[in-house]
T-cell receptor
Framework: DSGVTQTPKHLITATGQRVTLRCSPR?????VYWYQQSLDQGLQFLIQ???????AKGNILERFSAQQFPDLHSELNLSSLELGDSALYFC?????????????FGQGTRLTVV | QKEVEQDPGPLSVPEGAIVSLNCTYS??????FMWYRQYSRKGPELLMY????GNKEDGRFTAQVDKSSKYISLFIRDSQPSDSATYLC?????????????FGTGTRLKVLA
């Protein structure tokens, strides 16, 4: 167990809908990262927050947004969902923000868009 | 061309073999190099990270970085069936005040008992 908690584990929703994925980082970690993993694209970095502030942005679609709350948990919001958004979404956390040398991953949320 | 290239495998080896997993990259700005292991339907688990060129050893695992050739490797000695997983290389670079994180697509390894 990495100490990073993601909910829900599975999510099935229809195209055009909006969903929210939640992540609780390890105790003491201030950075949260979101990744998308699909079969054809591999693991893609979406966005990073450190202590509530956005620190790095990857290939995140405009339909997607994230935030980190004062208690350090983070939420990834996915809207106007398309079939191609079906993937595993991982959250990771680390103490610092400079690099993810020791980032610990959660077990992921499997999103299926039908 | 992808910034990080990794052979997807699958790679099948007998138990006890030495396994060599490799990634090449094109961006010389990458500073940190990591290897993750991912079991099916689980989150990636950090195995090793390195900052400089050279070798770093941890138990049966050795990470090797050659920045001049833009090539990184992970060696697994005395491979075990429990090592069967997908291995992802990853690297990060500081880019104008922020950071960039790139993962390889992963190499699927199967160690046969």
């Amino acid at each position: 167990d990495s100490g990073v908690t993601q909910t829900p584990k599975h999510l099935i929703t229809a195209t055009g809908q909006r969903v929210t994925l939640r992540c609780s980082p390890r105790s003491g970690d201030l950075s949260v990262y979101w990744y998308q993993q699909s079969l054809d694209q591999g693991l893609q970095f979406l966005i990073q927050y450190y202590n509530g502030e956005e620190r790095a942005k990857g290939n995140i679609l405009e339909r997607f947004s994230a935030q980190q709350f004062p208690d350090l948990h983070s939420e990834l919001n996915l809207s106007s969902l398309e079939l191609g958004d079906s993937a595993l979404y991982f959250c990771a956390s680390s103490v610092g923000w400079g690099s993810n040398t020791e980032a610990f991953f959660g077990q992921g949320t499997r999103l299926t868009v039908v | 061309q992808k910034e990080v290239e990794q052979d997807p495998g699958p790679l099948s080896v007998p138990e006890g073999a030495i396994v060599s997993l490799n990634c090449t990259y094109s961006n010389s700005a990458f500073q940190y190099f990591m290897w993750y292991r991912q079991y099916s339907r689980k989150g990636p688990e950090l195995l090793m990270y390195t900052y400089s060129s050279g070798n770093k050893e941890d138990g049966r695992f050795t990470a090797q970085v050659d920045k001049s050739s833009k090539y990184i490797s992970l060696f697994i000695r005395d491979s075990q069936p429990s090592d069967s997983a997908t291995y992802l290389c990853a690297m990060s670079a500081r880019v104008t005040g922020t950071y960039k994180y790139i993962f390889g697509t992963g190499t699927r390894l199967k160690v046969l008992a």
